[in-house]
């Protein structure tokens, strides 16, 4: 079991500088208002340790990262009939673009830009009378503690979905949506206004790390294969259109949301989760990015 707190810190303050070339999402009124100079991170080793630096207890609005969770849950139910509803094509274009779903009939790319995580939910929506209850379980019981949903930040959420809503009704013009617009937008905008922490979210990594099962719920959630599917539409497509990039310095399967948190994944060994919400341009953290290239060049842990 090794030890990696001496690096951690060493990561939290060389980064600190890239933080500030970011800006924290506004586009989310709420989001905005999260300081700027927020840090922590943390892995969590199947071994047994947990570590960390920064604010690693401190919770936030995981957004994007909900869409791993969405994908785990459908999958758990579902199984390879999930897929077809949807590809797993990186997109190349941004999270939330019209224009690729207009081409390609309204079926999404794949699970993690809006259009595909919208259809997980309508998918979720059928399978479950509480969708966003049995969300909220999953995740307390992979990650060891309570995740909740920030009313507030919901109803931010809510209230500025245009785009996701244009979304909804094009999928549902083209009949891949089968429940009411309102009813998915709500669930989807829910989902990504849980707020967790660094500490819980590399805890609920493990599942993935451990293909599958995950010792701290002591659950077997889905099979090798599905937690293999899972990493590797997250090494290809989890963080917008600069997948290429994350694989090429980080080397792991990794999911961004733009409240500022990665959640990255090294197989067998541990679940990791970075969080500092200045976001670059592709809408990713700044100095998350930074943080998980300098761990996996320093310790030499990537899936390359």
Known sequence: MSSFTTLLHEIEQAVKPIAATGKVANYIPELAKVPSDSFAFSISQLAGASEGVGQ?????????????????LALQEMGEALWHRLGREPSGNPFNSLVQLEKEHGVPRNPFINAGALVVCDVLLGLYDDPLLALQQWLSEESGSMALVDPVVAQSEIDHSDRNASLVHFMRSYGRINHRVDRVLEFYCRACAISMSTTQLANTMLVLANH??????????????????????????????????????????????????????????????????????????AAG???????????GLSIF
Request: hydrophobic share 40%.
């Open 289 to 299: 990015l930074a943080a998980l290239d300098m761990f996996t060049t320093k310790t």
């Open 212 to 285: 599958g099962s995950n010792p701290i719920s002591g659950k077997t959630r889905f099979s090798r294969s599905e937690a293999k599917r899972i990493n590797a539409v997250m090494l290809t497509c989890g963080t917008y259109d600069a997948a290429g990039e994350f694989a090429y310095r980080v080397g792991l399967p990794c999911k961004s949301g733009v409240g500022g948190g990665i959640v990255a994944v090294i197989p067998n060994k541990m679940g990791l989760c970075v969080w500092s919400p200045p976001l670059d341009v592709t809408g990713n953290s």
């Open 56 to 72: 690693v207890d401190t919770a936030f609005s995981i957004q994007s990262i909900s869409k791993t969770f969405l994908l785990a």
